[in-house]
């Protein structure tokens, strides 16, 4: 939970993130989600793994590597973030006869207890999204201490590896927190020969769709209406979080080998080579289409800037995601606003990556994944529009030009 220094800042970055409504449900719901679910039971990610021991469940588990991210001239916002990480091994295990609950579907044991990595991996995590996990399930769960879960039906497929989200907006997650789980899959599927479900959530993104069928998974996806379902094997493996608004570092796990996976598991499924050299794109990735903020507001005056140093402006919205994956393998320099845009990064081959920020909004997400990628990093922080509560950009064009000439080839 956010000590009292850090609730304002929460509480701004909850405004500019989602807007008034969502930070008054919040500021509302926080305090009642403590209340109401200190008597829900969680089990850790040691309790699962002695409750597997002790039932002679399989557990598999691929080692990690630590890693390093330098800091390097950076602001404080994101170098903080910088040092050594050791994440905890890539685990997966089978359960019997769990349910799944809500429209985050969360994994229960015994029907009563929440097995934590199906729950954002953190209890704080939790607390501070209940409603996107359980929905209006919690009043149900408490009383479950004192009485047996109702029967429910069961799921057609088994086993079944949940991949849904619980942000809101899950371009980038879905890139660094979901897809990686499949890493753990691909071990099973080797050594058990066994074909298992995967359960989105309905309506899904349809980069959710493409990237799953671009795996191989395609004609195996089950979509999830969030009612309460009995599964007869479940699977669950790490949840690792990349996201936090609970202070530097904090419950951060990155992994360089789940980061690898996805890159070359998707690359090479659209046919692109590490081996091939980079056609040298400059792209600049552009939020001037999107109703979610960060947009630069002086557009008009980074434009020449734009074409001066070889940059073409694309909207990746409006691209089907294989596409997009294409033209991020073949850049050499990646410009952007700070946004899910940036997650495409992660398929470059090793560009030099200039991310734009307003001083109102300055966040780790793109910094942490270059770095880990080894990947040539520059941030730029400019002026936030004054009159606009999401944090829209004000470009300096001579100042920009500046930087970019100091880390980038003039353009053929």
């Not at 800042?9 to 405004?15: D, L």
């Not at 991949?163 to 080797?190: I, S």
């Not at 064009?397 to 353009?411: C, H, V, W």
């Amino acid at each position: 939970m956010s000590s009292p220094t850090e609730l304002p800042g929460r509480v701004a970055e909850i405004y500019r993130e989602h807007g008034p409504e969502v930070l008054a449900r919040k500021a509302l719901g926080f305090p009642k989600s403590v209340v109401l679910h200190r008597g829900l039971e969680f089990v850790t990610r040691d309790e699962l793994k002695r409750h597997v021991a002790d039932q002679g469940l399989l557990w598999q588990e691929i080692t990690e590597s630590p890693c390093t991210i330098p800091a390097g001239d950076v602001p404080e916002e994101l170098g903080q973030f910088a040092g050594e990480y050791r994440p905890d091994p890539r685990f997966l295990c089978e359960l019997p006869d769990c349910r799944l609950i809500g429209p985050g579907a969360v994994g229960l044991l015994d029907g009563r207890r929440i097995l934590l990595d199906t729950a954002g991996s953190h209890r704080e995590n939790f607390f501070a999204d209940y409603e996107e996990f359980l929905g209006s399930k919690t009043p149900e769960l408490l009383l479950r201490r004192f009485t047996d879960p109702d029967p429910v039906p069961t799921m057609d497929r088994s086993p079944v590896l949940p991949l849904v989200p619980f942000y809101n907006n899950y371009y980038y997650p879905w890139f660094v927190e979901y897809l990686p789980k499949l890493r753990a899959l691909e071990r099973y599927e080797a050594e058990t020969g066994r074909e298992p479900a995967i359960l989105i959530e309905r309506d899904a993104p349809s980069f959710v769709g493409e990237s799953l069928e671009l795996l191989g998974y395609g004609d195996r996806v089950v979509e999830s209406d969030g009612s309460e379902r009995r599964v007869e094997e479940l699977l669950v493996t790490n949840h690792r979080l990349t996201t936090s608004w609970a202070g530097p570092r904090y419950g951060f796990d990155l992994s360089i080998e789940d980061s690898r996976w996805v890159r070359e598991s998707i690359r090479s499924a659209v046919g692109v080579s590490s081996a091939e050299p980079t056609e040298g794109k400059r792209l600049y990735v552009s939020r001037q289409a999107t109703d979610r903020g960060r947009r630069v507001a002086n557009y008009d005056e980074l434009e020449p800037v734009l074409d001066s140093f070889g940059f073409e402006p694309y909207v990746f919205e409006e691209l089907p995601f294989p596409e997009q994956v294409r033209l991020v393998s073949d850049a050499e320099a990646i410009l952007a606003p700070h946004g899910a845009g940036l997650a495409n990064a992660l398929f470059a081959d090793d560009p030099t990556v200039v991310e734009l920020f307003p001083e109102t909004h300055v966040r780790p997400s793109y910094y942490l994944l270059s770095r880990l990628l080894g990947f040539e990093y520059e941030p730029v922080v400019v002026e936030a529009s004054e009159h606009d509560p999401h944090d829209d950009l004000l470009v300096d064009p001579e100042g920009l030009s500046s930087r970019l000439d100091a880390i980038l080839d003039s353009p053929e």
